[in-house]
């Protein structure tokens, strides 16, 4: 396991993507997601120039940061009880996974300053996946607006477990259509340019279709959980 080499493999491939679809490198995020690895190699990756961690746990990410710190910029990218929210709000820059009110009224208590948050939109329709169904996404977003230290980054989702590149092209094409759609509202509160979407086996197909933050873990740090 090389971390430097994989991060130089996965910018080239980034780099490609955005030439496929006349995108600029400088567009896309890489979020290093550590959930599976030691604070060492979660160290290595931030050595090697990944500034944007990802931790889907409150244990995961407090254990890191307590070792790297606000060095790196911290993402809450797995699904979030409202009772941990105070646990982990200092710390992150964004969440990526804000899927009810509850947790967006609970976000809003606890934070000191506006927060950046990324809808999860479950547009495979998988039953194991979080996230609000399509038809439900705007009327969401517009209720937003009562949280005033809420802003709504862009829209987030989980492509199915599949090797079909259409199905997951289609898939990441109906979050950015959504995206489009809470865009033209203009709402103050919900700028909604962005798209986090793409993991180890899909990103140069989620930057095609104009991913904006892509969650890399497997490909960039590995595994040490199995
Ligand atoms: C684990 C995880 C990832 C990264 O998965 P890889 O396939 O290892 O790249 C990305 N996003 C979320 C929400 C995750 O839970």
Redesign the pocket.
């Known amino acids: 396991m090389n971390i430097k080499e994989n991060v130089e493999t996965v910018t080239d491939e980034i780099q490609k993507a955005c030439e496929r679809s006349g995108r600029e490198l400088s567009e896309v995020t890489v979020i290093g ?1 550590t ?2 690895v030691s604070i060492e190699r979660a160290q290595e990756a931030v050595n090697a120039g990944i500034i944007h961690l ?1 931790e ?1 746990r409150l244990e995961g990410l407090q254990e890191k940061y307590n070792s790297i710190g606000p060095k790196a910029k911290w993402h809450f ?2 699904s979030l009880q409202s009772r941990k929210v105070k646990n982990v709000i200092d710390t992150i820059t964004m969440i ?1 996974s804000l899927d009810r009110l509850s947790l967006a009224k609970e976000i809003h208590k606890r934070a000191k300053q506006k927060i950046s948050c990324f809808v999860q939109v479950n547009v495979s329709g998988e039953e194991s996946k979080h996230g609000l169904s399509p038809d439900e996404v705007l009327s969401f977003i517009e209720r937003l607006s009562d949280y005033d230290n809420i802003v709504v980054e862009g829209l987030m989702t ?1 492509a199915p477990h599949s090797k079909d590149e259409e199905r997951l092209r289609a898939t990441f094409r109906e979050l950015r259509e959504l995206k489009e759609e809470v865009e033209q509202k203009n709402w103050a509160h919900a700028p909604c340019h962005g798209l986090s979407m793409g ?3 899909d990103f140069q197909i989620a930057i095609e279709e104009g991913a904006t933050h892509v ?5 960039l740090v590995g595994r040490e959980d199995q």
């Open positions: 997601v959930k599976y990802g889907n990218i797995g990526h989980m993991m180890s086996n969650r890399i873990g497997s490909k």
